[in-house]
């Protein structure tokens, strides 16, 4: 589905709450200097990873609605759109936002295949881009350029320091699990890369494509391997539906399961298949700071929704732009002011403070959580400010 307001139907019951928020606070900050500031959010509001993109959305209107009056005094109008988290489709909806609705920046996506189209989109115009949750590496590494920036993750970072704990454990033989695609396959490459150095060993590498969610052959195949431990990517509606059938296995407290999403956005819908199933990531609903339970306060006040680190990307997406837009006083047209204000910025998220490296990925810590009830409760720091893959695979940028 396409077109400016292709929100399902939850979307704008949730949305519908914050829409007024915003629609009171920020008119009021606007100077008459400048038109209204065009955001494209290009999100997937259908399909598995729907719930992502309705947090993302939430987030990002969060942030936008605490920084009342001061994103560089520009009117906001946002532009949606269903990606559908379809590749095929990515490069000529992104050009659509650009070409047809004039967005000033967009804020997208989640699948890293399509974000592969925005990218090309972002090189070819120059328009800004944020992505708040696609990891694919090549966007902030060959492919990066001055005009995107990431406030998530790239695939590899949240797996890579996975590996070795792992394997640390005296698990050394492992079989990963996952879907068909850049971000399946980067974020099993992250934790292979930490593995493999620690002695471990893959029995073997099992796909599936991307967003099917037939596991059981492959689960049988599991059980007949059996292997001391088992690396997964899935997210979403897979992920819910993963951990249920995994629990329905029977493998569920026999071989250890270790992910990075799995467990994120779907505590409540899975119940009990979740708990004690630990994870690495660069969030934890968990994360017992100041700042993070202001932030599920103020989230829950808003949606009456718990939120979940696609939440918090959406939030840190819309802080950045804010401390963007406030260094140019709302000019985009200052191109270098702006880059290099996002450049610098240092974003005092829910996760913990971030910075941008010289590729436009976060650099950031990455913990060690376990589902206890309904929270990843985190348990440790499994990386302190990882800077991952090394921003020397950028060559775009200077140094
Ligand atoms: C991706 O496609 O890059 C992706 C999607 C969902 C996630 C993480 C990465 O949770």
Not at 22 to 27: D, E, G, K, Q, T
Not at 112 to 120: P, R
Not at 149 to 163: C, I, K, M, T, W
């Given at each position: 589905?396409?077109?400016?307001?292709?929100?399902?139907?939850?979307?704008?019951?949730?949305?519908?709450?914050?829409?007024?928020?915003?629609?009171?606070?920020?008119?009021?900050?606007?100077?008459?200097?400048?038109?209204?500031?065009?955001?494209?959010?290009?999100?997937?509001?259908?399909?598995?990873f729907a719930p992502l993109g309705v947090a993302i959305s939430n987030g990002f209107r969060l942030a936008l609605s605490e920084q009342d009056g001061n994103l560089g005094g520009r009117e906001i109008e946002i532009v949606s759109i269903d990606d559908e988290s379809d590749p095929a489709k990515a490069a000529d909806r992104a050009n659509q936002l650009v070409s047809r609705d004039k967005v000033d920046?967009?804020?997208?996506?989640?699948?890293?295949?399509?974000?592969?189209?925005?990218?090309?989109?972002?090189?070819?115009?120059?328009?800004?881009?944020?992505?708040p949750n696609?990891?694919?590496?090549?966007?902030?590494?060959?492919?990066?350029?001055?005009?995107?920036?990431?406030?998530?993750?790239?695939?590899?970072?949240?797996?890579?320091?996975?590996?070795?704990?792992?394997?640390d454990r005296g698990l050394k033989n492992v079989v990963t699990l996952a879907w068909k695609y850049g971000a399946g396959e980067e974020s099993v490459a992250g934790f292979k890369d930490?593995?493999?150095?620690?002695?471990?060993k893959i029995l073997k590498e099992l796909w599936i494509p991307f967003p099917n969610v037939e596991f059981q052959s492959l689960l049988t195949e599991i059980a007949s391997i059996k292997p001391q431990a088992v690396y997964v990517f899935f997210a979403g509606g897979g992920a819910a539906k993963f951990l249920k059938d995994w629990q329905a296995a029977g493998l569920k407290g026999k071989i250890p399961l270790f992910s990075t999403f799995l467990t994120d956005g779907?505590?409540?819908?899975?119940?009990?298949?979740?708990?004690?199933?630990?994870?690495?990531?660069?969030?934890?609903?968990?994360?017992?700071?100041?700042?993070?339970?202001?932030?599920q306060l103020a989230y829950a006040k808003a949606f009456k929704l718990q939120p979940d680190v696609y939440a918090v990307q959406g939030y840190d997406s819309g802080l950045l732009l804010g401390i963007g837009l406030r260094a140019v006083k709302g000019d985009l047209k200052q191109r270098k002011a702006l880059i290099?204000?996002?450049?610098?910025?240092?974003?005092?998220?829910?996760?913990?403070?971030?910075?941008?490296?010289?590729?436009?990925?976060?650099?950031?810590?990455?913990?060690?959580?376990?589902?206890?009830?309904?929270?990843?409760?985190?348990?440790?720091?499994?990386?302190?400010?990882?800077d991952y893959p090394s921003a020397l695979t950028c060559k775009l940028l200077p140094l």
């Open positions: 589905m396409n077109g400016m307001f292709s929100y399902t139907r939850r979307t704008l019951l949730r949305t519908a709450s914050i829409a007024g928020l915003l629609s009171i606070c920020l008119p009021r900050a606007s100077l008459a200097q400048f038109s209204k500031l065009k955001i494209g959010l290009m999100l997937p509001y259908t399909g598995t920046v967009i804020v997208g996506t989640v699948h890293s295949g399509v974000q592969m189209g925005i990218i090309k989109i972002a090189r070819d115009t120059g328009v800004l881009n944020i992505i696609a990891g694919v590496e090549a966007a902030t590494g060959v492919l990066c350029s001055g005009n995107v920036f990431r406030a998530s993750f790239s695939n590899g970072q949240p797996a890579f320091p996975l590996g070795k704990i792992v394997a930490s593995f493999l150095k620690a002695g471990g779907v505590l409540e819908a899975v119940g009990d298949a979740a708990e004690g199933i630990e994870t690495a990531l660069h969030y934890g609903d968990g994360l017992d700071t100041p700042r993070n339970r202001a932030f290099a204000a996002l450049e610098n910025a240092e974003i005092d998220s829910p996760r913990g403070k971030w910075r941008m490296s010289r590729a436009h990925n976060p650099i950031q810590d990455i913990y060690l959580r376990k589902v206890i009830g309904r929270e990843n409760k985190v348990i440790s720091v499994a990386a302190k400010g990882l």
